[in-house]
């Protein structure tokens, strides 16, 4: 489901191209240094590391995103080793990398535990890691809120995504295994003429939405119009002249 639902998303690069950057600042990453995006998508993230000279490898589990990624790739002029696979199983050696990043992707890993251990895995000590995560009280987690009472419940063990946006979670996953841990509150902007029409361009590229109103055309049309009220309601608490504010956090640490 996670694979079939994101073939859609690469129409979002225009918003996460600008937060792509500040990660990347936000990591202090440098020439040479090898440097592994996890749930990398069209590749926002990893040619931009690519452009300052980081040695980059990529991966998602979308072969639909990945082919974005390697067209995207090829308009910058630059290299990026690509793989399919899954971010709670990484195809990297321990210690691979001098930095590891992920924006607003490994969040949707099923478990957490996993995937942290993973990232930290293929890390070297003293080396980088570095997300952007969406916080549960703003406006991507709590419309992720609304569409979660219109979906089956999660599996057990399986955490909400938006767990990752509070600093008390990541540092309980991070644990022991890292050092320095920094926080910053950044906002990603989206143009928008409505409410609707934001919300609209959810529904077409967003993995969850797009399986949720799959779901909810072909078996309850009246539960639909209702969730569409609800996330048409928070989306005009954020939408300001045509713009829509999303806020997020970014983490960094370094391991120990």
């Known amino acids: 489901m996670q694979k079939e639902g994101w073939v859609n998303f690469a129409p979002l690069e225009a ?11 936000f990591a202090s990453v440098q020439p040479g240094q090898r440097l592994l995006d996890v749930g990398c998508g069209t590749g ?24 974005r990624a390697r067209e995207n790739a090829a308009t910058a002029g630059v290299h990026v080793e690509w793989h399919e696979g899954d971010a709670e199983k990484l195809p990297f050696e321990d210690g691979e990398f001098d930095v590891v990043l992920s ?19 293929v890390l070297k000590p003293g080396g980088t890691i570095a997300f952007s995560t969406w916080p549960p009280e703003d406006l991507v987690g709590r419309t992720m809120a609304v569409a979660s009472r219109y979906l089956p419940p999660l599996p057990p063990g399986v955490a909400p995504p938006t767990l990752w946006g509070t600093p008390e979670f990541v540092r309980q996953r991070l644990g022991s295994a890292v050092k320095d841990i920094t926080f910053d509150n950044q906002d990603m902007f989206s143009p928008a003429l409505s409410p609707q029409h934001f919300r ?4 077409r590229t967003a ?10 055309s072909a078996t309850n049309p009246d539960a639909l119009h209702q969730f569409r009220r609800e996330f048409d309601g928070i989306v005009a608490e954020y939408l300001s002249d045509n713009i829509v504010r999303q806020a997020y956090l970014l983490t960094r640490a370094v391991k120990c």
Do not use: C, W, Y
């Open 207 to 216: 993995g969850p939405i797009v399986k949720l109103v799959e779901r909810l």
């Open 200 to 203: 609209l361009g959810v529904e």
């Open 103 to 121: 924006q607003f992707a490994h969040i949707f890993a099923p478990r957490p535990e996993v995937v942290t251990a993973e990232m930290l895995r």
């Open 44 to 67: 926002v993230v990893a040619i931009t590391a690519a452009r300052r000279g980081a040695r980059v490898s990529a991966i998602d589990l979308t072969p639909e995103l990945l082919d």
């Open 15 to 25: 918003v996460t191209t600008p937060p792509a950057a500040r990660l990347v600042n």
